[in-house]
């Protein structure tokens, strides 16, 4: 795809922002929520750190979850019990620090005989004793139930699409939605950088040589087409489903060996109720239909994709194939005309079983470091993330390897260090302040910027009084929800917005719910142009609207 070049508006080359000559700490590759998480606690440790993402900042697999922060409940069936464990304890500790992201979800699972309604209420009995702390010191909108049965008139009523031959009720049980991942994903990033950290998007890792203790990374800056070396003390490569591209660049041999499994969702019109309604399929895999901004997700699937990670795509057959597996299991059919978006990715898996034999939906989403110490690459290290879910944890144990390395024993804080959109204790508290502090806000909009953006809020209704008098008038989307200019004003200069569809698909999430009205696409477009003085050009607009195509 042909990107278009927004060279005016950036310096001749943002590389140069780096120290000259500085051996920075460490080198994070990949600004997917890996990479975000270990950027982030890198720098609250106080390293000298710089982060490089080859597109935008989560642009690869953290756009592509089913938007789930959860502990695995499938996973309890493979006796995966630390895995789930740790991932009970990483939602709850998400949920604290970005409770605006991060909101309480029902699942609907239905049964049709007896042996599976015990057998599932057992696995929900563990699931609830393995998460015993989950509401530990978490706000009443953020906290979760324990698990309950439902008998088949109240399942019909929570969700009348459930198919009812043979159904005897259905089990409901509590994770949490991460309503925009890519923005979270940036948070952890922005985070960072306001402590002092370096982060570039649009810039590759092209060639990675050690000189003695010293790696020397070569960096490409994409926009402007100029090449840097960046000196580090160590490099984590958290480059998911590219990372075998990455070792082998570090390594100058194969050493990792990844899967990479497709996993593609659709966002259809509103079928859903207020809970996610869960499909076992015959093939004993699970289909989620999720509520999601008014509309609704489907997915997911995951089949193994054997070619370069660079070409994925999302084929109109991939996406014929989940309508027709999902269709097996409503009460009516989901048309090609009902399919407003879709999106997929790779999960980067490593195969350590001899069972799999290809079938990537019974690999173990567990996450993987490798240190390179043994084969003469001290210093550099490899970070897989099995799940969104579990990446700052991910975080924490790589970022103590790195320590261990620096010779420096700092400890980690970022179970308990909010990012600078969570400081604050609960939304109906912040949409108070925020109202004290704004008397001319509408509730809905000190609302709508609260839950979207946490206690960054504050700076976004400072901007629109001070230069708009917070009278400016929202600009109303087809599912009505409304968007301020202010809020697109703020993004657009600050948030590394380099082309449009950085501001629609990764940081305010406009573009993810379907295609925009022109006349919304007109007017946000005018203003993501004054904010970034440049005019938007017909390759940017072209590669919003063709990503509805299918
Ligand atoms: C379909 C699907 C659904 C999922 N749903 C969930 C869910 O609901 N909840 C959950 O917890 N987990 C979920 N996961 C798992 C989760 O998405 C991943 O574990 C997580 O996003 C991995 O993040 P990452 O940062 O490791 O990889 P990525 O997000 O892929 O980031 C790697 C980055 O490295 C960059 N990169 C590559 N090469 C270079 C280079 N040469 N130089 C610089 N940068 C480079 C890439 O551009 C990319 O942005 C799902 C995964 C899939 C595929």
């Known amino acids: 795809m042909k990107k278009a070049n927004p060279k005016s508006s950036i310096p001749p080359s943002r590389l140069d922002l780096l120290e000259k000559d500085k051996i920075y700490d460490v080198l994070v590759i990949g600004g997917g929520i890996s990479g975000a998480a270990i950027f982030w606690d890198s720098v609250l440790r106080g390293l000298s750190s710089v982060l490089v993402e080859k597109n935008d900042y989560a642009s690869g697999t953290s756009q592509a979850t089913s938007k789930l922060i959860h502990g695995g409940l499938r996973y309890l069936k493979n006796a995966e019990f630390a895995l789930v464990k740790e991932s009970l304890d990483e939602r709850r500790i998400l949920a604290k620090l970005t409770p605006h992201s991060i909101k309480p979800l029902g699942f609907l699972i239905p049964v049709y005989d007896y042996k599976n309604k015990y057998v599932l209420q057992v696995g929900l009995t563990l699931y609830d004793l393995l998460s015993y702390n989950k509401n530990k010191d978490l706000s009443s909108d953020s906290m979760i139930p324990p698990h309950e049965f439902l008998n088949r008139e109240r399942t019909i009523s929570e969700d009348p699409n459930i198919p009812r031959a043979n159904l005897l009720g259905s089990l ?14 940036c948070d952890f990033i922005f985070s960072a950088k306001r402590r002092g950290g370096n982060s570039f998007n649009y810039v590759s890792v092209t060639n990675i040589e050690k000189n003695n203790d010293i790696y020397l990374t070569t960096v490409m800056d994409s926009l402007t087409n100029r090449s840097a070396i960046i000196k580090s003390k160590s490099v984590v490569n958290s480059a998911g489903p590219w990372a075998d591209y990455i070792d082998k660049m570090a390594l100058k041999r194969n050493e990792t060996q990844i899967l990479r499994s497709k996993g593609i969702h659709i966002v259809t019109r509103n079928i859903s109720q207020k809970h996610c309604s869960v499909r076992i399929t015959k093939n004993k895999k699970h289909l989620f239909v999720i509520p999601w901004r008014g509309k609704t997700i489907i997915g997911t699937t995951d089949v193994s994709f054997n070619e370069s990670p660079d070409i994925f795509n999302v084929t109109r057959q991939d996406i014929q194939n989940l309508i ?12 090609d005309s009902d399919v407003d978006y879709y999106y997929g990715g790779m999960r980067p898996l490593v195969d350590d079983s001899t069972e799999s034999k290809g079938n990537t ?3 173990s989403r567990k996450t993987e470091i490798t240190d390179h110490k043994d084969v003469g690459f001290s210093g550099y290290f490899t970070a897989l993330g099995g799940k969104y879910t579990t990446s700052r944890n991910l975080a924490e144990k790589v970022v103590d390897k790195v320590c261990d390395v620096l010779g420096k024993g700092l400890p980690c804080t970022t179970s308990t260090t909010p990012l600078y959109s969570g400081n604050f204790s609960d939304l109906p508290t912040l949409i108070k302040d925020l109202k004290n502090r704004h008397s001319k806000l509408s509730d809905k909009k000190a609302y709508n910027l609260c839950s979207r953006y946490g206690s960054l809020a504050y700076e976004i209704a400072e901007l629109g009084r001070d230069n708009l008098k917070n009278t400016s008038k929202p600009i109303l989307s087809s599912q009505s929800e409304e968007y301020y200019p202010e809020e697109i004003d703020y993004i657009s200069r600050l948030e590394d917005v380099m082309f449009l569809s ?16 022109s006349e919304l696409f007109r007017s946000i477009n005018s203003i993501v142009g004054a904010s970034i003085k440049r005019e938007i050009n017909k390759i940017e607009i072209n590669d919003i609207l063709q990503r509805y195509e299918f």
């Not at 269709?327 to 048309?335: M, P, Q, T």
């Open 172 to 185: 409901l049980y509590y994770d949490y939605a991460n309503i925009n991942p890519e923005r979270h994903t």
């Open 324 to 335: 027709n597996e999902i269709n097996e299991y409503l009460n009516f059919k989901i048309e």
């Open 361 to 363: 939906y019974n690999l």
């Open 502 to 517: 950085d501001f629609y698909f990764r940081r305010s999430g406009i573009g993810n719910i379907g295609k925009p009205s």
